[in-house]
């Protein structure tokens, strides 16, 4: 039996529920794939994030990951008791932080991310784009019906004085 074929057709849930599917299948298989990085995937997301940055404020983190700022308080705690990550003054606004990876947490994060695009690829090898622009046209609805735009952000551009 294929997966299509045990999915009922008549399931109230056809979009948010195959979402949430692959979501958690992809957050699995990513956790198996920073393991002997001693990561999780949210781990190896920050570190790949935080690493192809010039100091990022934490609540680029929280919308990054999407999650409470108590756990990315927690996970922040954690990355640094490891040497991953450390944080410093924001000259911009004193009242907040800016999250760096030290050189092991760099190293981290760049392998990290390159296995999650190896992932990436590999899925995409089973995709027409037929089927990328009806996956963009899912996401483009989401947008529109919540009113939420969460755009992926970029890396910032380091220069060779590694300056912004």
Known sequence: MTAES?????????????????????????????GDLSVTAQ????????SARK?????AIYR?????KSTVTSLLKRLERAGLTRRSGNPDDARSWLVFTTPKGSRIGTVARERVLNFERRIQAHLAQ???DALARIVNALTAETGI???????????SQGGR
């Open 43 to 50: 781990e190896g997301q920050l570190l790949a994030f935080v």
């Open 6 to 34: 045990k999915r009922s057709p008549k399931s109230p849930f056809r979009v948010l529920s195959p979402i949430h599917q692959a979501n958690r299948q992809a957050s699995l298989h990513i956790d198996g794939l920073l």
């Open 55 to 59: 100091g990022v404020p934490v609540t």
């Open 130 to 132: 037929a089927d990328l």
């Open 149 to 159: 735009d969460l755009p992926a952000e970029a890396p910032r551009q380091r220069n």
């Open 64 to 68: 990054l990951l999407g999650v409470p």
